[in-house]
């Protein structure tokens, strides 16, 4: 168990950087994301992405738009100017860090 929480506390920034990645393309919401992230390996519930998605939004990095689809509201997400900047220093160091582990 204590191995699965490293595993999350590590793999959490690459998610955000995920999230970024994705919310600075077009606007996304969160079961699309839990999809996304699941093809790439990643186990994650909603219980854990949605406060994630608010914190980012609260942290300036995301803004939400609230869509009514099918008669529901859907929350959709896109970066911000602030997510667009730690999104491209995020992909320096994530880089950076790649060339210097890779071999």
């Known amino acids: 168990m204590m191995e699965e929480q490293i595993y999350r506390k590590l793999?959490?920034?690459f998610i955000q950087i995920h999230i970024l990645h994705h919310a600075a393309q077009e606007a996304i919401y969160g079961?699309?994301?839990l999809e996304e992230l699941k093809e790439h390996g990643y186990k994650l519930s909603a219980g854990t992405l949605y406060p994630l998605l608010r914190t980012m939004e609260l942290s300036d990095l995301l803004e939400r738009e609230d869509r009514n689809?099918?008669?529901?509201i859907r929350k959709y997400y896109r970066t911000t100017e602030k997510g667009n900047q730690v999104l491209v220093e995020a992909r320096n160091k994530a880089y950076e860090l790649?060339?210097?582990i890779r071999d």
């Not at 689809?69 to 529901?72: L, T």
């Open 98 to 100: 790649f060339k210097e």
């Open 69 to 72: 689809v099918g008669g529901k």
């Open 31 to 33: 079961s699309w994301m």
């Open 11 to 13: 793999f959490l920034g």
